[in-house]
């Protein structure tokens, strides 16, 4: 990472930015269609409960949410209450969501990127992967390289 390029691309779904670096509209946003945008405050997520709450307000999750992970997973991977066609995940001081529990934590990263793959497709004919979810981590730049470091951990063992 450098100074001139502080954000992270880690997969086409999900992306990791710093203050002052900022991800390209073209990766985020479709070139038509209706978009619906959530933003989070990782600060706002230091527990389980709250995370699910903080989802379930912003993502609109249905009344039948369950409240746990299994749910949570569910919920990220239907989205079709939300009747848009592209939708976009930020979460704000994401180096914060869930600071004392890593179980949980690597539970909800792996979540957000699952989903966001599940949603991906193959543009053609130009062979390009865009996702009608993204995920987008905005962060400290101490704590970048350590949210890209999970990612990449577990690109290579998932």
Sequence with gaps: MT????DIH??????IVTPGGGVPLSEL????GSVYVARLQG????DEVSVFQNFQEKLKF???FGWNWDAFRDCLRDLQWLSSDHHVVII???????SED???????FTALWHSGRRWSYVKRPEGVTLSKLSIV???????AVGLSEFFRDFEEHA
């Design 102 to 108: 890593e179980d949980a934590r690597r539970i909800l």
């Design 43 to 46: 600060r706002d997520m230091p």
């Design 29 to 32: 946003l479709p070139t038509s």
């Design 92 to 98: 704000e001081s994401a180096e914060h969501v869930l």
């Design 10 to 15: 880690v997969a086409p779904w999900l992306h």
């Design 137 to 143: 981590l905005a962060c400290e730049q101490d704590a």
């Design 3 to 6: 100074e001139e390029s502080p």
């Design 62 to 64: 249905p009344n039948y």
